[in-house]
């Protein structure tokens, strides 16, 4: 599979999820809730942090991967549509990156879908059963993101191309998520310094959403993978 620049964003975006004012402040009670164990006692305990950090990781890795191959196996059934689905989808996305900067409020983006869980699983299998309720879940900062990356998913008609978009999703949000589970005191300290900063990340993200809006509407983001595709050494495209 050759270079694409959805790769790109799609991490991107997982990365700008990770920072939106819904997961932030979260992790550190995340990954409290996985391991049992108190924050003062989470870096020491580092071997079993890091199993249920990696199986968390799991959970929500396999249900974005789920959602990425229906929006693929949707475009599929409508390739004949590809090009209205890519111009309708790009109108969508941008619309989310309007509503991340505040230009509007929706209220079904106003309500808090998260599943919930009281009372962790017991066991590895219920940690990932945690990160299976955590991909489930739409609330109003990562629901637009994903959205997004689920409608060009669709618009792409290409499994592979879907999946692969998705897992790049994931490890987007993943990485850093990994590390602060390994460094969890490190983490709160950033927090306490990035968080007046947070509604920044939220403009960045529309920012980013209206801009692959637009290159999808104009069809410029398939001739922008081409421009790359070309300029990608013979050996590279070989390996990937």
Known sequence: ?????????????????????????????????????????????????????????????????????????????TLAYRGWISRVGGVLIILFGLYLMGAFTLNFLGREKRVYLATKPVGYAGTVLVGIAFGAGWTPCIGPILGAVLIYTSSSADLNRGLALLLFYSLGLALPFFLAAVAVNRFISFFALFRKHMGWVTKASGVLLIVVGVLMVT???????????????EILKSRL
């Open 1 to 77: 599979m050759t270079p694409h620049p959805g790769f790109g964003v799609a991490f991107t975006a997982g990365v700008l999820s990770f920072l939106s004012p819904c997961v932030l402040p979260l992790i550190p009670s995340y990954i409290t809730f996985l391991t049992g164990m108190t924050v003062e006692d989470v870096e020491q305990g580092r071997r079993n942090t890091l199993i249920h950090a990696s199986l968390f990781i799991l959970g929500f890795t396999a249900i974005f991967l789920a959602l990425g191959a229906t929006a693929t196996v949707l475009g599929q059934m």
């Open 219 to 233: 069809s410029e983001f398939e001739r922008l993978a081409s421009y790359l595709q070309g300029l990608t050494p």
